[in-house]
């Protein structure tokens, strides 16, 4: 059984959270709660006049949900933020931490198919209660949107033969499991213990591009991050701290567009004077994870730690 340690291994943890320059009395936001480790750390530095407010929308961390006063565990996507602040009265916050992508919990479930070293339904949803699912992407899209999605999500430069390959591919049969994909696209595995090996390893990374552009679409990742760091920019009080680790650089582009811009197409808006018109200001250079804990945990190896302060 998974354990709130086992769940997920926070990354950059004393980083992220020392970027926030907690107070003790002050309201704060974990939207990426998974097994709880950045909200501890959080909880940990809060008085008892503090409070923290961490979303998730996956069951499946519920289960690791703290019991304290200052916490409030809020099922939803965290682009509902503004929403959910609103419902909590809370009109400010000082600060708010996001660990995106995905967490170790969801890479190991072989049930939800958001690796291709299972043979598993070809899920991929992050909330499990709603939405298509990386089937339906695969067996309903058109060709140019299946297209679309591999070149934009997955930067991949062969997107349009991919496509083609999967639309022939389901007219004989839908496609419904990972080893089925992979066998569409003429990838080579070995099976065993319940496990997929790629026999020709140079495939791995285009493989994985294809899978994280499909994830993004499912959770339609990048419009719900664009949601919530509009509405974290609204809510943040002056001087309050936005912490963001990414691991792709999709994501990244947009968290360091809206810290240097305000806007998550880094369009820069200028007075009269030339003065360059952003709500925040960034507060040191990118952090990334030592060797140390890069050997530790591999999913950190592509993490990058952005801070800013609301001015």
Request: charge should be negative.
């Amino acid at each position: 059984m998974k354990t709130a340690e086992t769940y997920h291994v926070p990354v950059l943890l004393k980083e992220s959270v020392d970027g926030l320059d907690i107070q003790s009395d002050g309201i704060y936001v974990d939207v990426t709660f998974g097994g709880g480790g950045h909200s501890r750390e959080i909880l940990s530095r809060l008085g008892k006049n503090g409070h923290l407010y961490s979303f998730d929308q996956d069951a499946d961390a519920e289960k690791n949900i703290v019991d304290d006063d200052r916490f409030t565990f809020v099922r939803s996507n965290f682009r509902y933020i503004s929403n959910w602040m609103h419902y909590y009265g809370v009109e400010k916050i000082n600060g708010l931490l996001a660990d995106l992508g995905v967490s170790s919990h969801h890479f190991d479930d072989e049930t939800r198919g958001f690796s291709f070293r299972f043979e598993a339904p070809l899920d991929m949803r992050m909330n499990k209660r709603a939405g298509m699912t990386a089937a339906n992407v695969l067996n309903d899209y058109t060709e140019e949107h299946l297209a679309d999605v591999f070149y934009l999500y997955g930067e991949l430069k062969n997107a349009r033969r991919l496509a083609k390959t999967i639309v022939t591919a389901r007219q004989q049969e839908h496609i419904k499991t990972t080893g089925q994909l992979l066998d569409v696209l003429g990838i080579e595995t070995i099976q065993e213990e319940g496990q997929l090996t790629i026999v020709n390893a140079a495939l791995k990374k285009d493989i994985a591009r294809l899978f994280q552009a499909l994830r993004i679409e499912v959770n339609h990742e990048m419009d719900a991050l664009r949601d919530m760091l509009k509405g974290t920019t609204e809510l943040l009080a002056e001087g309050g701290r936005l912490s963001v680790i990414t691991y792709h650089s999709l994501e990244d582009r947009i968290v360091k567009n809206v810290m240097k811009a305000g806007n998550a197409e880094g369009k820069v808006e200028q007075d009269f004077f030339g003065r360059i018109h952003c709500p925040l200001k960034t507060v040191c250079k990118v952090i990334t994870p030592t060797d140390d804990e890069q050997q530790e945990n591999p999913r950190s190896r592509s993490a990058k730690l952005r801070i800013a302060e609301k001015i």
